[in-house]
């Protein structure tokens, strides 16, 4: 609406600078009429965007109205995506998970005239939640799973994706230095009609969005958190950890920061990895 308002002005001030050369008219009117070009073109945009930014807005209400409206749920955190596809939130009291997503697919620039949106809601016990998935530009770079915690066997937990997948995801020190364009949570539920749930954290089309790095915190923040509750409930089906097993991942993870410091070279790394694995 707003390009177009825009559009009009400059075809109108178009037409009479045109007419007005005909007539043989001053300057001053010639530079009349472009400034008013330009400034139609200004108007358009301020509107086209703030009509964008309202719709936004009305999203944002949306969302938060339908996680106000369930019953025996309360925020202790919560994520809303910046294209508004979708949202996510822990009530901590309750050990619940609330995901909200758009049941339509947009493509592109969110556009108050093209895209659609219809919210549905989904509730998860914190045991519902079978694993949680950092995925970059289309490409998995961490993953927690349930099948592969810490318990049990140490070893097979880390080469099956536990610590394995946490290690491998910080000792990948080249991925800080690639520019990304796309970052999604996806989490894996006990849900046969549903499996999974992909949370956007930064998309190419993101309106208003300023990449500052932020969003790699945040979805570690996630991640993280997911992993603790995925071990936290783990454990109390598996018993307690080894004594012995808790040193080996920490040592692990302190191989991973070496590593990405560059202290270690990938050789020397794997080489640390195998022996603390073997002892």
Same mark, same amino acid.
């Given at each position: 609406?707003? $390009? ?17 050369? +005909? ?16 400034? !139609?073109?200004? $108007? ?11 719709? $936004? ?82 490409? &998995?770079?961490?993953? %927690?799973?349930?099948? +592969? ?24 020190? +080249?991925? !800080?230095? &690639? &520019? &990304? ?14 499996? !999974? ?43 307690? $950890? ?22 270690? %070279? ?14």
């Amino acid at each position: 609406m707003g $390009v177009g308002i825009g559009c009009l002005g400059m075809i109108f001030f178009a037409i009479i600078l045109f007419t007005g050369i +005909s007539d043989d008219s001053g300057s001053g009117f010639v530079w009349f009429c472009i400034i008013g070009i330009f400034a !139609s073109a200004f $108007v358009g945009l301020y509107l086209d965007n703030k009509r964008k930014i309202n719709f $936004v807005v009305d999203l944002s209400k949306n969302m938060k109205n339908i996680v106000e409206n369930i019953k025996d749920f309360n925020i202790s955190q919560e994520f809303m995506s910046p294209n508004r596809e979708s949202y996510i939130a822990i009530d901590e009291d309750t050990k619940k998970v609330c995901i909200i997503e758009n049941k339509h697919k947009n493509h592109g620039e969110l556009s108050p005239t093209l895209s659609k949106f219809e919210y549905e809601s989904f509730i998860y016990s914190f045991s519902e939640i079978i694993q949680s998935e950092i995925i970059k530009d289309g490409v &998995t770079i961490n993953k %927690t799973s349930r099948g +592969s915690q810490i318990g049990g066997a140490i070893v097979g937990g880390i080469v099956a994706g536990g610590v394995g997948a946490v290690i491998g995801g910080l000792g990948a020190s +080249s991925e !800080s230095k &690639t &520019t &990304t364009t796309q970052l999604e949570l996806q989490l894996v539920v006990n849900n046969s009609k549903k499996s !999974s749930h992909k949370i956007v954290f930064m998309s190419p089309h993101d309106i208003g969005k300023v990449i500052t790095g932020d969003e790699i915190s945040e979805i570690n923040h996630w991640h993280n958190l997911f992993t603790h509750i995925l071990n936290r409930n783990n454990d109390s089906k598996l018993g307690k $950890v080894e004594k012995n097993q808790q040193p080996i991942a920490e040592e692990l993870q302190k191989l991973a920061q070496l590593k990405m410091s560059g202290f270690l %070279t990938d050789d020397e790394f794997e080489i640390q990895k195998q022996k603390l694995l073997s002892s």
